[in-house]
């Protein structure tokens, strides 16, 4: 199963592995792309390029559905003519009750509730409907990413993770020199992947985020939607989305720092 983020890394990830079938995969691999709903329309562009003209790629979204008075986690099978771009599937996690009160709580870095639902239990639950009873998960970091790779193995173990470009050590500059005036090219604002996978992710640096709402302060609308009707945040400690939209203007920004390594790879 060849998780498929979105990004140049894993797309340069996606060509290796095509070259080494002649282009044509077998039906035990799969490419999937979990998608959240906040993905940057680039990104989204990107993948529907990458899909015409290399291989076919499953997308997914999270979902609930009602069952026996409950709400129960589910998912969807879309495509990029439907997929939502708007929030909802990440929407509706934040929504879902949760603990015996009745109770809601943010997604935050040290429960990483859309990372476990959104991407890896949506991923699973996608795999077990097909009937596959055990899979290897193809994950495209790079072998500069030695500590996001250790701790990627370290947190599942269950999907028996695998990263084929830390292994053929491949990196950064290896993925430049192959998407360089490629016509597939990822084109995101300021071509930097600081707006890649969720735009606003509140496990982007301080420094990141004030970037993103320099460039596209519209990115943030839903985030800040989010925080006021929780009545919390997503990063105790710091401000708030609002906040971060309103301050992105001054000249001089804070830079936090990156928090806690996500399931995604650019």
Not at 49 to 75: N, V
Not at 153 to 165: L, N, R, S, T, Y
Not at 236 to 258: E, M, N, S, V, W
Request: include cysteine; charge should be neutral.
């Amino acid at each position: 199963m060849i998780s498929f983020s979105g990004g140049r890394s894993s797309g340069f990830m996606l060509w290796n592995i095509l070259e080494a079938y002649n282009h044509k995969l077998p039906d035990d691999i799969k490419v999937v792309f979990c998608n959240t709903g906040l993905e940057h329309h680039e990104t989204y562009e990107f993948i529907h390029r990458i899909e015409q003209a290399w291989c076919d790629i499953t997308w997914l979204e999270f979902d609930l559905f009602q069952t026996g008075g409950k709400q129960k986690y589910s998912f969807n099978v879309v495509s990029y003519f439907n997929a939502n771009k708007i929030g909802k599937p990440f929407e509706k996690l934040i929504n879902k009750n949760v603990a015996g009160g009745g109770s809601k709580y943010m997604p935050n870095p040290v429960l990483r509730i859309c990372t476990a639902e959104l991407k890896i239990r949506t991923l699973q639950r996608y795999l077990k409907s097909i009937d596959w009873t055990e899979w290897q998960n193809c994950i495209g970091l790079r072998v500069d990413e030695q500590r996001r790779v250790s701790r990627m193995k370290a947190d599942i173990k269950a999907d028996q993770p695998i990263m084929p470009m830390a292994d053929a050590k491949h990196d950064i500059n290896d993925v430049h020199g192959f998407w360089n005036d490629h016509p597939l090219d990822l084109s995101l604002p300021l071509n930097s992947n600081i707006f890649g996978n969720c735009v606003g992710c509140f496990l982007k640096g301080y420094g990141k985020l004030e970037a993103i709402a320099r460039e596209e302060p519209h990115q943030f609308n839903w985030w800040i939607k989010q925080e006021k009707e929780a009545k919390a945040t997503f990063v105790k400690g710091r401000p708030d989305y609002a906040t971060i939209k309103r301050d992105a203007h001054l000249q001089q920004a804070f830079d936090f720092g990156d928090t806690t390594d996500c399931f995604c790879t650019d």
